[in-house]
């Protein structure tokens, strides 16, 4: 009788045991794609950043993210920063260096419904800049911009494969703060803006797919579980059944 009581109690452990790996990381897990970009800038609005500057960076995106539009053609996804997931925007530009800082921006626009002309990519970081408030030299933003021929994207989710050969124009900006000069009611005035630079992407590969688990639902399905079993432990205990 007592061993009959034990093998319930023992069977009840293996039943929660087995929900709770159920519900584990690989039925609850997002997929964080990863990217890596290269080039030099060809254009830009100040002499801190010169033509010829070399930049490289990369670019972290959910491929499950909750598309924040309801149209078939054009998805649009914000990653608020910082976040607990492995969301990010990166890079560097000659000597200076930007780590985005308040939000990742992604949106695809995937027009071969409506037959227009491309389709395109467009990931954008922002900063509030290295310092508050921002000094001369310190990089607020970055974004990456492909553009392809019409049916590039099949839908306006997240893609998980991106080929530079696929797009006609890769491009990169960004923007930097500076001293400039303009003329404000004829008189020359000299501050500290944005001062936007461009550059033309010549090299864009994957660098991982991460799968990592959704901590909410684990933990309070592994909280549940445990406390189930601590149920049946006292009733064992209390009652003999």
């Known amino acids: 009788m007592v061993l009959s ?3 319930r109690l023992i069977i009840a452990v293996a039943v929660v045991a087995s929900s709770l790996a159920a519900t584990g990381p690989a039925a609850n ?3 964080y794609i990863t990217f890596a970009f290269s080039g030099v800038v060809d254009d830009s609005q100040t002499s801190l950043v010169t033509e010829g500057t070399p930049f490289s960076g990369t670019f972290t995106y959910d491929l499950d993210a ?3 539009i309801d149209d078939p053609i ?3 996804y914000s990653f608020p920063l910082p976040g607990s997931a492995p969301v ?3 890079y560097t530009l000659g000597v200076r260096s930007f780590i985005a800082s308040e939000s990742v921006d992604l949106s695809i626009l995937d027009y071969s419904e409506d037959h227009s002309e491309f389709d395109s990519f467009l990931e954008d970081s922002f900063n509030i800049g290295g310092s508050s408030p921002g000094l001369e030299g310190d990089l607020i933003d970055g974004s990456v911009d492909l553009i392809g021929p019409v049916s590039t994207f099949s839908t ?3 893609p998980g494969t991106l080929e530079l050969s696929a797009f006609a124009f890769g491009g990169f900006s960004g923007t930097i703060l500076a001293t400039f000069t303009e003329l404000i009611r004829g008189r020359p005035v000299t501050r500290v803006g944005e001062r ?5 992407i010549e090299s864009l590969t994957l660098v991982s797919i991460v799968s990592t688990p959704e901590p909410s639902g684990v933990v309070l399905l592994g909280t549940g579980g445990l406390a189930t079993l601590g149920s049946l432990v006292r009733r064992y205990r209390v009652t003999g059944r």
Do not use: E, H, N, V
């Open 66 to 68: 909750f598309d924040a």
């Open 156 to 158: 306006d989710r997240p």
């Open 5 to 7: 009581r034990f093998l």
């Open 29 to 31: 897990a997002a997929q």
């Open 196 to 200: 936007i630079f461009t550059g033309s």
């Open 74 to 76: 054009l998805g649009a």
């Open 88 to 90: 990010g925007f990166a």
